[in-house]
Each structure stands twice: as C-alpha cells, then as structure tokens.
C-alpha cells in the first residue's frame, strides 16, 4: 500500500524512497508518535533521524509523490492536481 503511494517518490536516490516507503507504513501503524515511539529499533530509528535531517530530501518532492498518489486515485485524474486549484483559507 505504502509502495503505491510514495514508492514513486523522486529523491534522488532509490534507498530514500525505499526508507519513504518503511516510514510511511511504520507511522501508519504508529501515528501521533514520537520517532522513538514510532521506529522500534535502533536503525529504524537512526533511518528515522537520518531522512528528516538529510538535506537532499525535499519537502516539495515529498509533497509532489503526495499530490501524484492522491491524484492517480480519483476517477478521471491522471495523477496530478489542477494548478488552479488553491487552498481554501478564510
């Protein structure tokens, strides 16, 4: 499940998406949590730390693989958001 929605992800390198992947389903599983509540061992927690520090991950990239996986799944959608579209804040 997590695969289709970020497995996509554009990161410049395969084992960030691949670490996108495990964390999505791990906070899934655990939300709400703190990173050592949510990653159980000391390397998924190290991996945690790790991507949110990496400077060569992107908050747009990750909103962008969002977008696309949000995007594929509603009928007459080809993975992707109208640019007319804009949040609505009052």
Sequence with gaps: MW???FGH???GDSRRTARLVRMAASLAERPGGKVLEVFRSNAEQQ????FLS???IRGADLLAAMRSATGSGVPGSHGST???MAPVCD
Excluded: T
């Design 3 to 5: 695969d289709e929605e």
């Design 9 to 11: 992800a554009e990161l």
């Design 47 to 50: 991996g945690a730390y790790d």
């Design 54 to 56: 990496n400077e060569r």
């Design 82 to 84: 109208s640019s007319s």
